[in-house]
């Protein structure tokens, strides 16, 4: 199990849900800190939908439980901890978190390992982070759409290159859960899911602004991306009922 404690971090609870609560100037000691352990350590980048997805038992669940690091990244979570408990989170940028954790494992020469994207995409976003990064060891990178066939070569060169970040991008069947499954087989390290992150590092797309972020207003650029998005209005709801209900009656 990831979820110990730690002098670098404060985990809490939030339906039924575990946040971490980590200080931009803990982040270097702590991400030493699950280094040093030598095994499989999981980062969740953790949203309202995922929180809501891991209310509910299965699979993506077990997985959020046992990560060593969750850390949110929408303003609602951090708004609705502070409302429950009076804690006061740290929400991070999903592309500012990844910076920082690469600033972090390059100034002591640790490695990466790139899963995910398309052919053309991961070999530009390689070439940005080496040249951002030039002493970040690259052990090794292999594209997301591969064939089932493939894919217990694809663990072993993992497990042999044993990386000290593994970061998984789209493309990968199963998403983030693929890390979940895979987890016993793909070594030691830290893994951390990081969606269309390689699509920006390539420069193939834009980050949200800082101003929209700042004010929890990133998921619209999502919903004109996606029109559907804008029916997670629903569920925005239901777990503003569930905050208030919790409050009023979960002791």
Same mark, same amino acid.
């Given at each position: 199990m990831?979820?110990?404690?730690?002098?670098a971090?404060e985990?809490? !609870?939030?339906l039924?849900?575990p946040?971490d609560?980590a200080? @931009?100037?803990?982040?270097g000691?702590?991400v030493?800190?699950l280094?040093?352990?030598?095994k499989?350590?999981?980062?969740v980048?953790?949203? /309202?939908w995922?929180l809501?997805r891991?209310?509910r038992?299965g699979?993506?669940r077990?997985?959020?439980?046992?990560?060593s /690091? %969750? %850390?949110?990244?929408s303003?609602?979570?951090?708004?609705?901890?502070r409302?429950?408990t009076? !804690?006061?989170?740290v929400?991070?940028m @999903?592309?500012?978190?990844v910076i920082n954790?690469l600033?972090?494992?390059?100034?002591?020469?640790?490695s990466?390992?790139f899963?995910?994207g398309?052919k053309? &995409?991961l070999?530009?976003?390689?070439?940005?982070i080496?040249?951002?990064? @030039?002493?970040?060891?690259?052990?090794?990178r292999?594209?997301?759409?591969?064939k089932?066939q493939e894919e217990a070569? &694809?663990?072993?060169?993992?497990r042999?290159?044993?990386?000290?970040?593994l970061? %998984?991008g789209?493309?990968?069947?199963?998403g983030e859960?693929w890390?979940?499954?895979?987890?016993a087989? /793909?070594?030691?390290?830290?893994r951390?899911w990081?969606?269309?992150?390689?699509?920006?590092?390539?420069?193939r797309?834009?980050r949200p602004?800082?101003?929209?972020f700042?004010?929890g207003?990133e998921? &619209?650029?999502?919903?004109?991306?996606n @029109?559907?998005?804008?029916?997670?209005?629903f569920?925005?709801l239901y777990y503003k009922?569930?905050?208030?209900a919790y409050?009023?009656f979960?002791?």
């Amino acid at each position: 199990m990831g979820n110990t404690t730690s002098p670098a971090r404060e985990r809490v !609870n939030l339906l039924r849900v575990p946040l971490d609560i980590a200080a @931009p100037d803990q982040l270097g000691p702590l991400v030493y800190e699950l280094l040093a352990f030598g095994k499989e350590q999981n980062i969740v980048l953790l949203s /309202l939908w995922d929180l809501l997805r891991a209310r509910r038992s299965g699979e993506y669940r077990t997985y959020v439980l046992n990560a060593s /690091l %969750v %850390v949110p990244i929408s303003k609602s979570l951090v708004s609705g901890l502070r409302f429950l408990t009076g !804690n006061k989170a740290v929400r991070y940028m @999903p592309f500012d978190f990844v910076i920082n954790l690469l600033t972090i494992l390059e100034s002591r020469e640790h490695s990466i390992y790139f899963l995910g994207g398309k052919k053309q &995409i991961l070999r530009k976003a390689e070439k940005n982070i080496r040249e951002t990064f @030039p002493r970040l060891r690259i052990v090794g990178r292999y594209i997301g759409a591969f064939k089932r066939q493939e894919e217990a070569t &694809i663990i072993e060169a993992i497990r042999k290159a044993s990386p000290s970040l593994l970061l %998984v991008g789209k493309g990968v069947r199963g998403g983030e859960q693929w890390i979940a499954r895979n987890n016993a087989q /793909l070594g030691r390290g830290l893994r951390l899911w990081c969606s269309d992150l390689f699509d920006i590092f390539a420069e193939r797309r834009k980050r949200p602004s800082r101003a929209a972020f700042d004010h929890g207003l990133e998921w &619209i650029g999502y919903c004109f991306q996606n @029109p559907f998005r804008f029916f997670r209005i629903f569920p925005y709801l239901y777990y503003k009922i569930l905050l208030l209900a919790y409050k009023l009656f979960v002791k």
